[in-house]
């Protein structure tokens, strides 16, 4: 008999491309976010199952969670703009002059080439040879951590993680010098149902955020899952209008957005002082610097997550108003 | 003897969760279909969540399914009830 | 015992795909939001028995998680959608 | 039947109709999301490299790898969103 974990695994995977396949072949572009969010949900379940509990962390609180609400917010924005709430957003999109017939071919025909290079290359791999497993495993007891993906991220590929760190700084960056103005949406009524929840939730979610956050060091968990639900909880704020980001508030949000460059850099610069390699921390204070940074990196990932949700640069436009004329 | 009750309150769980499903799909209208998938959900992942803390056995690992349980339990109930005034409010306006 | 929990995996998994069906035939919002529920509560039941199964504490921390996040996503469903209908 | 197997094959599935969705979809929003389905489709492949029979443990650097990629999607997705929104406007204008 087949073992049923197989059943489940061959089910997830089947569902997994078929949510992909509906995803983009959906009309209704709502129903296009709600699936695109489930398979989000299932891919990270599939990554559980290949034991990869961190990266399905990452997954469901960035890549569906933030991602998604992202989703959602443009599209609503897009239907604003048009004035036809209730209508498709494809809509404005649909007068676009038809692709040639060929065009589509050629597209088609080159994406089927790559995806079957990808799969040769796939099934030409050897089969499991040795990775850096043994390498990491070797190096741990160096690192100061116990968890080795926390080891490879804060101590020996450090400098991925400060690029990436700079990456989410140019991303915030950009997206201020794209959209600027103040909202002037209404505050939605959100009854006493959700204060109540809102009050008893919010709380529970910081300290979740931060669990991760700690727990990092020795099991699955760290600083950008940690971010990204502390995200949430400003996710949360925004949506229900409980905080409207002001311009006087620039500043500090500026100063929480390079709060973790700013950290992992230092660190990194005054490791190197001491004679030794950036990143070489010494290994009595391997554990407390790799938490200062994590600590640092995980305020500054939340409040450019969600600053990246809100969007636009909150500023008075000078010449609003007076384009009536 | 745990390990069996634990089996039995999951399977038990299971049903729920394939009734609420039902529900979902056949009911219909959208009220109906809340009133089946929140009830049989709740009740279902608690089954669920009793039947693993059971089989679980250590004190960290029940106390973590009694924080995700209860958080569920809150979550759902709120935004089930979110759901609902936004559908009423949906209805209401296509009257008036 | 791995096995039985493999098929509650499946009849749990299944019951996620079925209400996909709701997805897709709508009509309104709600429907599908409430379609979203149904995957946040079933995901984490299936994330408590995978730990069960896989023997890995950590993925209780992952169905709190999920947890937390369908309930934020199903916020901004609500909340957007009722801004987008005024 | 392993599950590299399994899910290697539904990595380059995804991986393929996610690329064909980025250079054919019409809508611009379709399209963000298909490059997001092709960096899942990315992240299935370096996960299932990175999978080892279940004594073994999985190897921690590619799951690093994915992790990056993760926030670095998110943030040029963001960037992308902003884009589509502005521009949306831009149009919005134009036609008044």
Redesign the interface.
Known sequence: MIDPLVIFDLLLALGIVALAVAALATRESFAMIVVFIVFGLVSALAWVRLSAPDVALAEAAIGTGVTGALLLKTLHHLRCATGQPGQNATQAQISAPPVPVGVTLANAAFCGLITLGLAVAFLGAPAAGPGFEGLVAQAMPQSGVEHPVTAVLLNFRAYDTLMEVVVLLAAVIAVWQIERGLSDAPAPVMGEVWQGFARLALPAIVVVGTYLLWVGAEAPGGAFQGGAVLAAVGLLLLLTRAYVPQPAHRGIARGAFVLGTAAFALVALLVASGGRVAFEYPLAHAKTLILLIEGMVTLSIAVTLAALFHGREPMALKHEGKDDT | ML?LLG?GL??L??VF??A??VG??RFPD?FC??HA??KA??L??AL??LG?AL??G?G??VF??A??WG??A??????????????R??AG?RHD | MTNFLSLILIVLLLSIFAGLIRVFRGPAPAERMLAAQLFGTASVAILLVLSQVMQMQALLDVALVFALLGAVTLVAFVVLAERGAR | MTPDMIYGAAGIAVFGIGLVGALCAQDRLRRVLALKLCSVGAGFLLLVGAWREPPGTPDPVPHALVITGIVVMVSATAVALALIRRLHSLEAEDER
Do not use: Y
């Open positions: 390990e089996a999951i399977g769980g299971a969760f394939v609420g499903t979902l799909l959208v279909r809340l998938l929140t959900d709740g279902g992942l669920i969540a693993v089989q679980a250590t960290g690992a973590r399914i924080l995700i958080f569920v809150l979550a759902s109930a709120t935004c089930g009830h979110l759901i609902a005034r936004h559908a409010q949906m306006g």
